[in-house]
C-alpha cells in the first residue's frame, strides 16, 4: 500500500437536510468518516419525524407546481442543473474521494456518467407520448402518461452521485416530486447535486434531502398517503422489506438489488485480454458493486492458465487512498465491510479454496483490503452463495457450456452476467439460458443510460434507464368520450 502525498482536497461541504427551500440542521447527528484515514469529515444532522413530515409538505407543494409546468421549461431547468454539475464535476468528485474512497479517477467517471443519465431521463421527459385509439363513431378514446406524484428514493452509498441521478433524473423528468435519503455514508455528492438543481432554478419542493435511522424514514414515507412511489437501490434483505411494506398499502416499487456477477469464460477465450479486464473491472470500487464481476466460471482447457493471470494481474494493483494518482484501488467504505470480507475469505481458506493473491488486511489505518483471488472453492464456501460486496473474485472449474449455465444460474441473484466466447452459437445458448437482467458479451460494462437496467429473481423488480426509464414514474390514464350527435 502507497503513501504518496495526497492532492489536496477541497473543503468537504456543509451537511444539512434540504426541505423545501431551507437547509436545516439537527440535534442528533452522524459522523461522516473517511475510509481511507478514518477522520471525521462531518457530522451529518438526522431528521426528526417532524422534519419528514414537512419534507413530505413541501414535496405535495411541489408536486402541485412542477407537474403543471411545462415540460420544455422542466427539461430546460433539468439540463441546466446537468451543464452545472459539469461544470462542478472535479469538485464533486473529490467529495466522493472523501466520503466513498474510490479513485478521483473513478469518481470523476461517475460524476459524468450520473450527467448522462440525468440528462438522458431529462430529454425522455420531452417523449412522454400518448395515444388516440380507434373508436366507433362519436367516440374518441384517448391515453395520457401523467406524474405518478411524490417519490419515496433511497440510494446506496457504493455510488453517491450516479445512483441518486437514477432516481433525481426520472421523478424531474416525468414531473414527479422526490424525497430522497441517501446514504449517511456518503451525503456530500448528494447535497451538491441537490445544490446545482437550486441554482439551476428548480421550484422549492421538488428535490427534498433527508437523513437519519433509515428503517424509521422509510416506514414514515412509505405509510404517507401522499408517497406513492418507492425506489431503492441497496442489498436484497432491504429491498425485500421495503417491498413488503409498500405491498401493505398497495404502492408499486422498482427495486434494483444485489447480485453474485457470475462470469463464464469459454474455451475460445483470449486468457490474458480477459484476465486483464475482469481485474480491471473488480477492482472498481473496490468490488463493491451490485454488477461487480465475482464468480468465474472457466471452461477446463484454460482453467490453470486464466488462474495464474488473474493472479498475476491482481497482485499488480496499487492501494491507497484515492487522491493518490498512483493509487489504482481504494479502501473498502467503512470496518463492517472489512469485517465481512475476512470471515469470508477465511471461511473459502478453511473450506479447502487455494488463495492465489491477497487473503489479508492491509495496514491498520483506513480500510484497506487487497483484491483476493480464490480457486477451486468447494460449494461448502459461503463466497460462492453469499454476495461479498468486496474485491474477492471466485475461479473454479467447468467442464461444459451447460455446467457452467447450471452454475450461474444456480443462485437466488440474477443481475448482471458476463460471458466471453466468439462462438455465435454459444452466444445464442447463453442469451436465452442465463438468467440475468443484463447479460454483457466480451466486456465488462452492463450499464448505460440508453439501455434498462434491473434484475430478476431476488436482484430486483422495474428498470431504471433506457426507454423505460420513466415508465414507474408515471400512470397511465384513458379518457373515453362520447361526443353529442350534430
Same mark, same amino acid.
Given at each position: 500500500?502507497?503513501? @504518496?502525498? $495526497?492532492?489536496?482536497?477541497?473543503?468537504?461541504?456543509?451537511? #444539512?437536510?434540504?426541505?423545501?427551500?431551507?437547509?436545516?440542521? !439537527? #440535534?442528533?447527528?452522524?459522523?461522516?468518516?473517511?475510509?481511507?484515514?478514518?477522520?471525521?469529515?462531518?457530522?451529518?444532522?438526522?431528521?426528526?419525524? *417532524?422534519?419528514?413530515?414537512?419534507?413530505?409538505a413541501?414535496?405535495?407543494?411541489?408536486?402541485?407546481?412542477?407537474?403543471?409546468?411545462?415540460?420544455?421549461?422542466?427539461?430546460g431547468?433539468?439540463?441546466?442543473?446537468?451543464?452545472?454539475?459539469?461544470?462542478?464535476?472535479?469538485?464533486?468528485?473529490?467529495?466522493?474521494?472523501?466520503?466513498?474512497?474510490?479513485?478521483?479517477?473513478?469518481?470523476?467517471?461517475?460524476? /459524468?456518467?450520473?450527467?448522462?443519465?440525468?440528462?438522458?431521463?431529462?430529454?425522455?421527459?420531452?417523449?412522454?407520448?400518448?395515444?388516440?385509439?380507434?373508436?366507433?363513431?362519436?367516440? /374518441?378514446?384517448?391515453?395520457?402518461?401523467?406524474?405518478?406524484g411524490?417519490?419515496?428514493?433511497?440510494?446506496?452509498?457504493?455510488?453517491?452521485?450516479?445512483?441518486?441521478?437514477?432516481?433525481v433524473?426520472?421523478?424531474?423528468?416525468? +414531473?414527479?416530486?422526490?424525497? @430522497? $435519503? &441517501?446514504?449517511?455514508?456518503?451525503? *456530500?455528492?448528494?447535497?451538491?447535486?441537490?445544490? #446545482?438543481?437550486?441554482? #439551476?432554478?428548480? &421550484? !422549492?419542493?421538488?428535490?427534498?434531502?433527508?437523513?437519519?435511522?433509515?428503517?424509521?424514514?422509510?416506514?414514515?414515507?412509505?405509510?404517507?398517503?401522499?408517497?406513492? @412511489?418507492?425506489?431503492?437501490? =441497496?442489498?436484497?434483505?432491504? *429491498?425485500?422489506?421495503?417491498?413488503?411494506?409498500a405491498? /401493505?398499502?398497495m404502492?408499486?416499487?422498482?427495486?434494483?438489488?444485489?447480485?453474485?456477477?457470475?462470469?463464464?469464460?469459454?474455451?475460445?477465450?483470449?486468457?490474458?485480454?480477459?484476465?486483464?479486464?475482469?481485474? =480491471?473491472a473488480?477492482?472498481?470500487?473496490?468490488?463493491?458493486?451490485?454488477?461487480?464481476?465475482?464468480?468465474?466460471?472457466?471452461?477446463?482447457?484454460?482453467?490453470?492458465?486464466?488462474?495464474?493471470?488473474?493472479?498475476?494481474?491482481?497482485?499488480?494493483?496499487?492501494?491507497?487512498?484515492?487522491?493518490?494518482p498512483?493509487?489504482?484501488?481504494?479502501p473498502?467504505?467503512?470496518?463492517?465491510?472489512?469485517?465481512?470480507?475476512?470471515?469470508?475469505?477465511?471461511? !473459502?481458506?478453511?473450506?479447502?479454496?487455494?488463495?492465489?493473491?491477497?487473503?489479508?488486511?492491509?495496514?491498520?489505518? =483506513?480500510?484497506?483490503?487487497?483484491?483476493?483471488?480464490?480457486?477451486?472453492?468447494?460449494?461448502?464456501?459461503?463466497?460462492?452463495?453469499?454476495?461479498?460486496?468486496?474485491?474477492i473474485?471466485?475461479?473454479?472449474?467447468?467442464?461444459t457450456?451447460?455446467?457452467?449455465?447450471?452454475?450461474?444460474?444456480?443462485?437466488?441473484?440474477?443481475?448482471?452476467?458476463?460471458?466471453?466466447?466468439?462462438?455465435?452459437?454459444?452466444?445464442?445458448?447463453?442469451?436465452?439460458?442465463?438468467?440475468? +437482467?443484463?447479460?454483457?458479451?466480451?466486456?465488462?460494462?452492463?450499464?448505460?443510460?440508453?439501455?434498462?437496467? +434491473?434484475?430478476?429473481?431476488?436482484? +430486483?423488480?422495474g428498470?431504471?434507464?433506457?426507454?423505460?426509464?420513466?415508465?414507474?414514474?408515471?400512470?397511465?390514464?384513458?379518457?373515453?368520450?362520447?361526443?353529442?350527435?350534430?
Amino acid at each position: 500500500m502507497r503513501n @504518496l502525498m $495526497k492532492h489536496k482536497m477541497p473543503n468537504y461541504p456543509v451537511l #444539512a437536510l434540504h426541505i423545501g427551500a431551507q437547509r436545516r440542521q !439537527a #440535534a442528533t447527528t452522524i459522523p461522516v468518516i473517511n475510509p481511507a484515514d478514518e477522520t471525521v469529515l462531518g457530522e451529518l444532522p438526522c431528521a426528526s419525524d *417532524g422534519d419528514i413530515d414537512d419534507a413530505i409538505a413541501a414535496a405535495e407543494a411541489g408536486l402541485q407546481m412542477w407537474r403543471k409546468t411545462p415540460v420544455a421549461t422542466r427539461t430546460g431547468i433539468i439540463l441546466k442543473a446537468v451543464a452545472l454539475m459539469r461544470e462542478r464535476l472535479e469538485h464533486i468528485a473529490q467529495v466522493i474521494v472523501q466520503e466513498q474512497g474510490k479513485t478521483l479517477a473513478q469518481a470523476i467517471g461517475e460524476v /459524468q456518467r450520473g450527467c448522462d443519465i440525468i440528462e438522458w431521463d431529462a430529454n425522455e421527459g420531452r417523449r412522454q407520448y400518448g395515444r388516440i385509439i380507434p373508436a366507433e363513431a362519436q367516440m /374518441q378514446h384517448m391515453v395520457y402518461r401523467q406524474p405518478i406524484g411524490v417519490v419515496a428514493g433511497f440510494s446506496p452509498w457504493n455510488f453517491p452521485f450516479s445512483s441518486p441521478a437514477r432516481k433525481v433524473g426520472a421523478a424531474l423528468s416525468a +414531473g414527479c416530486s422526490l424525497i @430522497l $435519503k &441517501p446514504a449517511e455514508e456518503t451525503p *456530500g455528492a448528494a447535497i451538491l447535486m441537490a445544490q #446545482a438543481f437550486e441554482d #439551476a432554478g428548480l &421550484p !422549492a419542493g421538488v428535490l427534498n434531502l433527508v437523513f437519519g435511522q433509515p428503517a424509521e424514514i422509510s416506514a414514515r414515507l412509505i405509510a404517507h398517503p401522499s408517497v406513492r @412511489l418507492v425506489v431503492f437501490t =441497496g442489498s436484497v434483505p432491504v *429491498g425485500k422489506q421495503l417491498s413488503a411494506l409498500a405491498g /401493505q398499502y398497495m404502492k408499486p416499487v422498482v427495486m434494483e438489488l444485489g447480485g453474485h456477477g457470475p462470469v463464464i469464460v469459454c474455451k475460445d477465450a483470449d486468457v490474458a485480454e480477459v484476465a486483464a479486464q475482469a481485474v =480491471g473491472a473488480k477492482s472498481v470500487n473496490a468490488g463493491q458493486a451490485c454488477v461487480s464481476p465475482t464468480r468465474f466460471f472457466v471452461e477446463a482447457p484454460l482453467f490453470d492458465a486464466f488462474c495464474d493471470a488473474f493472479a498475476q494481474q491482481a497482485r499488480q494493483l496499487v492501494l491507497g487512498s484515492g487522491d493518490d494518482p498512483q493509487a489504482t484501488m481504494g479502501p473498502l467504505a467503512n470496518g463492517r465491510r472489512i469485517a465481512a470480507i475476512s470471515e469470508l475469505v477465511e471461511d !473459502a481458506r478453511e473450506c479447502g479454496a487455494r488463495v492465489l493473491s491477497g487473503g489479508a488486511r492491509q495496514g491498520d489505518r =483506513g480500510f484497506f483490503y487487497p483484491l483476493t483471488v480464490l480457486a477451486d472453492v468447494p460449494e461448502t464456501a459461503r463466497v460462492l452463495y453469499e454476495e461479498p460486496f468486496g474485491p474477492i473474485a471466485v475461479i473454479n472449474r467447468v467442464n461444459t457450456l451447460d455446467e457452467a449455465i447450471k452454475q450461474a444460474n444456480a443462485l437466488p441473484f440474477g443481475l448482471a452476467a458476463y460471458a466471453f466466447t466468439d462462438s455465435a452459437a454459444t452466444i445464442n445458448r447463453l442469451t436465452y439460458e442465463v438468467e440475468s +437482467g443484463t447479460l454483457v458479451i466480451n466486456h465488462f460494462a452492463p450499464s448505460f443510460p440508453d439501455t434498462p437496467f +434491473g434484475g430478476v429473481k431476488d436482484s +430486483g423488480y422495474g428498470r431504471e434507464g433506457g426507454a423505460e426509464s420513466l415508465d414507474a414514474y408515471t400512470v397511465t390514464k384513458t379518457v373515453s368520450q362520447r361526443f353529442r350527435p350534430a
